[in-house]
């Protein structure tokens, strides 16, 4: 349905997704993607809230699937006296993992997170000290942690482009039976290698009796929130297209242009190129034309 005179803005993910490039390479229509518009620190401004609640949200999945009632092993998050509380490992140190973080120690869990940016675990060893264990991010020990959590969440992310698969099926073999994965990097392909895309009305399925919480669009859940946390984020871009027009608005504001990724029948975004292995032209050379 969409034409060459209309604009599309809005979160594409299309790195694992190549039915829908198809799509949108042939509709012929600008396609600017929310989650490659960056800042002026080089961050993702129009990913970021949806990340925040994302984060959230992941926690109280995992902890109300480690519930008897949903499957899982029957552990409270935080545990009582007497009782450890269960172990929650979090793979990715980005704004979905430190927002899963700041869940998992505010409900008492016993909580670990890796990275490979050694400046961001300084930073979260230093906000929480000995209440997280941190760790660089090396295969040896993301398997040692997984296999002995209660629930994993996956928070990676590589911008526009498809997540890296951290956690292999042997290794998902490995964990205990009623544990929980929560993949928050589904949209982008799942960072489990187990992984695939669910539904808020078929949450869950069960691999080697781990249970999978694979939401594609977890924020939709909490509607309400969402749409007034990316509204926020988005409206100053959105008045920038209005006021400017698509090409002069992508001419003079390059964090916006960043954002680009289908533009009258071309592809314009590399990680998406390379993960279907697509010819592409870049944002620049098109503005520049």
């Given at each position: 349905m969409l034409r060459e005179d209309q604009i599309l803005f809005t979160y594409l993910h299309l790195a694992p997704d190549p039915v829908q490039t198809k799509a949108l390479i042939d509709?012929?229509?600008t396609c600017i993607a929310y989650e490659?518009?960056?800042?002026m620190n080089g961050a993702l401004p129009l990913l970021a809230p949806m990340s925040e609640v994302a984060g959230r949200m992941s926690i109280q999945a995992a902890?109300?699937?480690?519930?008897?009632?949903?499957?899982?092993?029957g552990v409270l998050m935080a545990g009582v006296p007497g009782v450890a509380p269960a172990k929650v490992v979090i793979l990715g140190g980005g704004v979905v993992g430190r927002n899963a973080l700041q869940?998992?120690?505010?409900?008492?869990?016993?909580v670990?997170?890796?990275?490979?940016?050694?400046?961001?675990?300084?930073?979260?060893d230093a906000?929480?000290?000995n209440r997280v264990r941190t760790f660089y991010s090396d295969p040896l020990s993301v398997e040692r942690e997984v296999c002995a959590a209660d629930a994993v969440i996956g928070a990676v992310l590589l911008a526009g482009a498809a997540a890296p698969k951290l956690v292999s099926h042997e290794m998902v073999r490995k964990m205990k039976a009623g544990s929980v994965v929560v993949d928050v990097a589904i949209d982008q392909g799942g960072c489990f290698e187990t992984s695939k895309p669910t539904t808020h009305?078929?949450?869950?399925?069960?691999?080697?009796?781990?249970?999978?919480?694979?939401?594609?669009?977890?924020?939709?859940?909490?509607?309400?929130?969402?749409?007034f946390a990316l509204t926020n984020a988005t409206y100053p871009f959105v008045e920038v297209l209005a006021n400017r027009g698509v090409m002069k608005a992508l001419s003079n504001n390059h964090h916006l242009r960043n954002g680009l990724s289908v533009h009258r029948g071309m592809l314009t975004s590399e990680p998406v190129a390379q993960a279907q292995r697509l010819d592409y032209v870049s944002a620049e050379e098109l503005i520049a034309a």
């Open positions: 509709s012929g229509a490659t518009v960056t800042s902890a109300a699937h480690l519930e008897k009632t949903h499957g899982g092993l869940m998992a120690v505010g409900m008492g869990a016993d670990c997170i890796f990275d490979r940016d050694i400046e961001r675990l300084r930073q979260i906000l929480y000290g009305a078929d949450p869950t399925f069960l691999v080697d009796g781990v249970i999978h919480y694979c939401v594609a669009n977890m924020p939709g859940a909490v509607a309400r929130t969402s749409t």
